[in-house]
Nanobody, 125 residues
Framework: GQLVESGGGLVQAGDPLRLSCSASGGPLRYYVIGWFRQAPGKEREAVAAVSRSGDVTYYADSVNGRFTISRDNAKNTVYPQMNNLKTEDTAVYYC???????????????????WGQGTQVTVSS
């Protein structure tokens, strides 16, 4: 299977942006989906994650209250909605998938099995 992110771009501080993560080659409903970001010179960090059914979510403190992650398993797509973007949100954003049978939401990159190619989000002041 393959994950594909889309929706990145250049926005101004305070603007919203919605990313998408879609899958080919298999249904996403069997996978926990995590979103990570990596800024230049920094380690990849977990931003958000969502359980298979969508009823359990995780948000990093830095985005809690501004980002919302949801999924539409019928469309095989996961959507992080990012509001009130800040310049420090500038990074390449990646979605990742982990086959799972429970609601545990991993926050370490090494815990995920599949990765997308990433989409650049740039927030200007």
């Amino acid at each position: 299977g393959q994950l594909v992110e889309s929706g990145g771009g250049l926005v101004q501080a305070g603007d919203p942006l919605r990313l998408s993560c879609s899958a080919s080659g298999g249904p996403l409903r069997y996978y926990v989906i995590g979103w990570f970001r990596q800024a230049p010179g920094k380690e990849r960090e977990a931003v958000a994650a969502v359980s298979r059914s969508g009823d359990v979510t995780y948000y990093a403190d830095s985005v809690n209250g501004r980002f919302t992650i949801s999924r539409d398993n019928a469309k095989n797509t996961v959507y992080p909605q990012m509001n009130n973007l800040k310049t420090e949100d500038t990074a390449v954003y990646y979605c990742a998938a982990k086959a799972s049978s429970n609601s545990y939401l991993p926050q370490l990159p090494k815990e995920y099995n599949y990765w997308g190619q990433g989409t650049q989000v740039t927030v200007s002041s």
